[in-house]
């Protein structure tokens, strides 16, 4: 059971958007930014997002992230067969005195 | 290029000890707090510690704590994971990280223990 928690899963059709949602609680995400890593199958995790809704140069503008009390969302929009991986969210958090990772949310495209 | 990459991984006996090592280039190594995250086979990322820029501070998954051990030689630009009285919920790919940070990840080493 993550500390942080995202639905399993999620999917859309090519151009639609989606939205990946996190939920934590005031020791994590209610008082850290996130970051979301995004990992293709068979590949290491890329950096998508971070401190909340900062993109890293190379990463799409139809990609944003967001934060609203303890939860946090990754939106992407225009969605292309690319998209297609696992999405992670994590931050610290205080009460573990440690990093949490959300269980991951699995993009299908239909 | 940024790059980190992973080493040391391998095939080891539940109870046994593993040395991991990350060698980073193409960044000053010394700003960054470092990490390091597992993955086991077909599930999601855990992390596992990280140690602050000057090895100050280290902090570790419960799971881990008193087992493994986190370090690094800013004059290497290395880090390292001493793992100790290895059990086989251990078994993963081990990435070195620097999380929130625009660093890519390496490829990542894997470590199995099993008999």
């Known amino acids: 059971q993550s500390v942080l928690t995202q639905t399993p899963s999620a999917s859309g059709t090519p151009g639609q958007r989606v939205t990946i949602s996190c939920s934590g609680s005031?020791?994590?995400?209610?008082?850290?930014?996130v970051n979301w890593y995004q990992q293709p199958p068979g590949t290491a995790p890329k950096l998508l997002i971070y401190?909340?809704?900062q993109r890293p140069s190379g990463v799409p503008d139809r990609v944003s992230g967001s934060k609203s009390g303890t939860s946090a969302s990754l939106v992407i929009s225009g969605l292309q067969s690319e998209d297609e991986a696992e999405y992670y969210c994590?931050?610290?958090?205080?009460?573990?005195?440690?990093?949490?990772f959300g269980g991951g949310t699995k993009l299908t495209l239909l | 290029e940024v790059q980190l990459v992973e080493s040391g991984g391998n095939l080891v006996q539940p109870g046994g000890s593993l040395r991991l090592s990350c060698a980073a280039s193409?960044?000053?190594?010394?700003?960054?707090?470092m990490h390091w995250v597992r993955q086991a086979p077909g599930k999601g990322l855990e992390w596992v510690a990280n140690?602050?820029?000057?090895?100050?501070?280290?902090y570790y998954v419960d799971s881990v704590k008193g087992r493994f051990t986190i370090s690094r030689d800013n004059t290497k630009n290395s880090l390292y994971l001493q793992m100790n009285s290895l059990r086989a919920e251990d078994t993963a790919v081990y990435y070195c990280?620097?999380?929130?940070?625009?660093?890519?990840w390496g490829q990542g080493t894997l470590v199995i223990v099993s008999s």
């Open positions: 990280a620097s999380l929130g940070q625009i660093v890519p």
């Open positions: 193409g960044l000053i190594f010394s700003n960054y707090w």
């Open positions: 140690i602050k820029q000057d090895g100050s501070e280290k």
């Open positions: 005031s020791s994590n995400i209610g008082t850290h930014s």
């Open positions: 401190s909340n809704n």
């Open positions: 994590t931050t610290w958090d205080d009460s573990l005195s440690g990093w949490v």
